[in-house]
Nanobody
């Protein structure tokens, strides 16, 4: 059983920064692509960012491109999301997930992720 535990969320003013962390249990972390998604109240879950198992390739949602950076440390079984220039519309619960499926849909689609963390709240005040 894989466990993903997010941390680092909180309340920040617009223009500020936060760094989310997601610690994974198990010995096979480096074998999987990882992703971050978010869900705001009343909205569908949205792709934020993903990183390949090696860490060499990263992908971002259009709304966060240029402001957020995903990275990973396979020695620490941890994936990070550095969020800069935060906006009120970034307010959501942020989830990390492991891409354990391959339906050919790509890293941006949540159906390809089989394990999810419990989420961490990010609130950006204007």
């Amino acid at each position: 059983q894989v466990q993903l535990v997010e941390s680092g969320g909180g309340l920040v003013q617009a223009g500020g920064s936060l760094r989310l962390s997601c610690a994974a249990s198990g010995r096979t972390f480096s074998s999987y692509d990882m992703g971050w998604f978010r869900q705001a109240p009343g909205k569908e879950r949205e792709f934020v960012a993903a990183i390949t198992r090696s860490g060499l390739d990263t992908y971002y949602g259009d709304s966060v491109k240029g402001r957020f950076t995903i990275s990973r440390d396979n020695a620490k079984n941890t994936v990070y999301l550095q969020m800069n220039s935060l906006k009120p519309e970034d307010t959501a619960v942020y989830y990390c997930a492991r891409r354990g499926q391959d339906y050919g849909l790509g890293l941006r689609v949540d159906r390809e992720y089989d394990y999810w963390g419990q989420g961490t709240q990010v609130t950006v005040s204007s």
